[in-house]
């Protein structure tokens, strides 16, 4: 079965500074990968998605992340953090099979960005 | 557009009652429809899923059961409400081909 983890249950950064989230998977055949981001008290929201081609993906509110296909990573990074970015993270990867999707999600990991 | 609607937004049920919560899908057709559990806001556990009418799919036994009575809607349900119950349930609907998943805003339950 396919599977992600997040090592850390905590993050912090100080706004301005460069943050990094990590994910690694463990899938069987090409990975699927995804980002999302969720605040408090609502639903998940789609960041970014790595299916093909180019290791670093570009997403949404200037995060990106690096797929490691030697590491089995896929971590999610932004080069300067906002207050506003402080938020809990999740890594998942899709299983596809016949007509449906079934996606696999990390444990989470919260973003604290401090001013 | 496509937008997904989940309601209500909150809920305070006692022990034993019954539930129904209902998620609908705007603006696509033949979604595959998931519903989750956060529990503690934390890891997200998959309790069912449909790729069609009628069709629906367990991830694992519990008190709850779920029906797709029409192609855009969802209702997660139970007969006699647990103390364990409580979380946050989040509805979700993909298309295969896209491969990305979309949320609704949630439903917070509360058994007491």
């Known amino acids: 079965a396919q599977s992600v983890a997040q090592p850390e249950d905590q993050v912090n950064v100080a706004e301005g500074n460069p943050l990094t989230v990590k994910c690694t998977y463990s899938?069987?055949?090409?990975?699927?990968l995804f980002w999302y981001v969720q605040y408090p008290n609502r639903g998940l929201q789609f960041l970014l998605k790595?299916?093909?081609?180019?290791?670093l993906v570009k997403g949404s509110y200037g995060f990106e992340a690096e797929f490691n296909k030697s590491q089995t990573s896929f971590h999610l990074k932004k080069p300067s953090a906002l207050v506003s970015d402080s938020a809990l993270y999740f890594c998942a990867v899709r299983e596809g099979t016949g007509n449906f999707n079934k996606f696999y999600f990390g444990s989470g990991t919260k973003l604290n960005v401090k001013p | 557009s496509q937008t997904i609607h989940q309601w209500p937004a909150t809920l305070v049920q006692p022990v034993g009652s019954p539930l129904s919560l209902e998620c609908t899908v705007e603006?696509?057709?033949?979604?595959?429809l998931y519903w989750y559990r956060q529990a503690a806001g934390r890891g997200l556990q998959l309790l069912f899923y449909s790729v069609g009418i009628g069709q629906i799919s367990s991830e694992v036994p519990q008190n709850l059961s779920a029906s797709r009575p029409q192609d855009r809607q969802f209702i997660l349900s139970s007969k006699k409400l647990l103390l364990s119950d409580s979380g946050f349930y989040l509805c979700a609907w993909s298309v295969v081909l896209s491969y990305e998943q979309y949320f609704g805003p949630g439903t917070r339950l509360t058994v007491t």
């Open positions: 899938v069987s055949g090409n990975p699927y």
């Open positions: 790595y299916i093909t081609g180019d290791n």
């Open positions: 603006g696509t057709s033949n979604p595959n």
